[in-house]
Nanobody, 122 residues
Framework: VQLVESGGGSVQAGGSLKLSCEMS?????????MGWFRQSPGKEREEVAR?????GNTYYANSVKGRFTISQVDQLSLHMRDLNVNDTGMYYC???????????????????WGQGTQVTVS
């Protein structure tokens, strides 16, 4: 399974960006849980948003709720608006071998990761 992110870049505070993630080689029977994570220097990787690709149910971290929108049509996307400096980081898309948990999906369940795309807000 291969995940490839695109769409990162530098933007001023208050601006918008759209991240995309294309997945290939997924042959499991279950529709995966897919998520966006971000990591800043010196901080742990945190889950930003998640989508159950079977049901379409979504989850957002409180810090991005109302500003970010995750979707999955052909490819995984993350629409980000009203960006602030705290949104700066390397953004990764990830996928599981099975569906999302009913509650939080443990990060260890995400077996497939992209290489990341940098988002810098100034």
């Amino acid at each position: 399974v291969q995940l490839v992110e695109s769409g990162g870049g530098s933007v001023q505070a208050g601006g918008s960006l759209k991240l995309s993630c294309e997945m290939s080689g997924y042959t499991y029977t279950s529709k995966p849980c897919m998520g966006w994570f971000r990591q800043s220097p010196g901080k742990e990787r945190e889950e930003v948003a998640r989508i159950a690709t079977g049901s379409g149910n979504t989850y957002y971290a409180n810090s991005v709720k109302g500003r970010f929108t995750i979707s999955q049509v052909d490819q995984l996307s993350l629409h980000m608006r009203d960006l602030n400096v705290n949104d700066t980081g390397m953004y990764y898309c990830a996928a599981t071998e099975r569906g999302c948990y009913a509650t939080a999906t443990p990060i260890d369940e995400y077996k497939f990761w992209g290489q990341g795309t940098q988002v810098t807000v100034s």
